[in-house]
């Protein structure tokens, strides 16, 4: 999809206030307008199997999809199934991840998880939050963007950017990610879920960056209580 360009603004989101909540109305309105935005949003990590989701999704932790997919060609060729990284070297994985940052800790996960994959599901990727939560290195983010991709089961993925932007639009005031989480559930119907997800981290990506929102250039600036113009 051809992807807009707009001038950054130079103005800085400094309020230390809580922003106001806005309407149930007016949220559905907002998410109606920024899903027309983005009709294509989808996950942009790069996989062939439920199994190389998962592992891309750990290993985008601290980092960027774009640098994930740098590493995962060359990770996935060597090790492609959960029984091929079951058994690999630790340092191998390491080399092979290391721009991804946190790399220590990122390989000893996505092994053990692998390990666990093997040990309990067949090397198959279960299908519930709570499942997949006891996998090592899978968080709630974590497994809500792999029940969503590989289930069809919706979900919100509270990344970096949802939880900016939830609180940017007005949608909680909450901070702590599981909060948000439960307040962005009550807020919007079930169904959609894991689409106004990827659409809020579209967004973040694109037009409401963390440092200086392009308020000019957004699609729900008229709608948005922390709108700069
Ligand atoms: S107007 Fe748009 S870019 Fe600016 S803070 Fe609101 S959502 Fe973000």
């Known amino acids: 999809m051809a992807i807009k360009t707009h001038f950054k603004s130079t103005k800085k989101l400094t309020s230390i206030k809580p922003i106001k909540k806005v309407s149930k109305a007016k949220a559905h309105e907002i998410m109606e307008l920024l899903c027309k935005e983005y009709p294509d949003a989808d996950c942009e990590l790069v996989f062939k199997s439920d199994f190389q989701l998962l592992i891309s999704v750990i290993l985008s932790a601290q980092t960027t999809d774009k640098q994930v997919n740098k590493v995962t060609p060359a990770l996935f060729k060597k090790f492609p199934t959960a029984q091929k990284l079951a058994e690999a070297d630790l340092n191998e994985i390491k080399e092979i991840i290391r721009p991804t940052g946190y790399y220590n800790s990122k390989s000893t996960n996505i092994q053990h998880c692998a390990q666990e994959l093997i040990k309990n599901y067949q090397g198959q990727v279960p299908s519930n939050l709570e499942e997949l939560t006891k996998l090592p290195g899978v968080g709630r983010k974590t497994a809500n963007v792999v029940l969503g991709i590989v289930h069809k089961i919706p979900g919100w993925t509270v ?66 209580p922390s709108s700069l113009i």
């Open 159 to 224: 990344d970096t950017h949802v939880q900016r932007l939830s609180k940017r639009l007005g949608f909680t005031q909450e901070k702590d990610p599981h909060k948000i989480e439960i307040a962005l559930q009550k807020l919007f119907p079930n169904r959609d879920w894991s689409k106004l997800s990827i659409t809020l981290i579209w967004h973040g990506r694109r037009v409401c960056f963390a440092k200086s929102p392009n308020c000019k250039g957004c699609p729900v600036n008229h709608l948005c």
